[in-house]
């Protein structure tokens, strides 16, 4: 059993920066594949950025690409998710997610075993 704990989140301008971290406990992190959801009042949890075991792979939502990046550290047991440029549809809980297995593309929040409780991230335009 994994636990997730999010950190990072705030009120930002647009154009701002803002780094989230994810601390992981109760598992072999790096048996873990981590990614990062986002969901915005009224709409549907979505796929934001994924890293693999080794950090060996990433990907990211068409939306984040180029502003957002995300990176681990398993002798930490973090993941983080830098995000730059910053917009008002970015607004949104940021959730942490992790999942056994080998490496997906896939981005359904169904493949994701365990939940962190999510970090609130608000940008004003």
């Known amino acids: 059993q994994v636990q997730l704990v999010e950190s990072g989140g705030g009120l930002v301008q647009a154009g701002d920066s803002l780094r989230l971290s994810c601390a992981a406990s109760g598992g072999a992190f790096s048996n873990y594949q981590m990614g990062w959801f986002r969901q915005a009042p009224g709409k549907e949890r979505e796929f934001v950025a994924a890293i693999s075991r080794t950090g060996g792979r990433v990907s990211y939502a068409d939306s984040v690409k180029g502003r957002f990046t995300i990176s681990r550290d398993n002798a930490k047991n973090t993941v983080y998710l830098q995000m730059h440029s910053l917009k008002p549809e970015d607004t949104a809980v940021y959730y942490c997610?992790?999942?056994?297995?080998?490496?997906?593309?896939?981005?359904?929040?169904?493949?994701?075993?365990?939940w962190g409780q999510g970090t609130q991230v608000t940008v004003s335009s």
């Open positions: 997610a992790a999942r056994g297995g080998g490496w997906t593309n896939s981005v359904r929040p169904s493949e994701y075993n365990y």
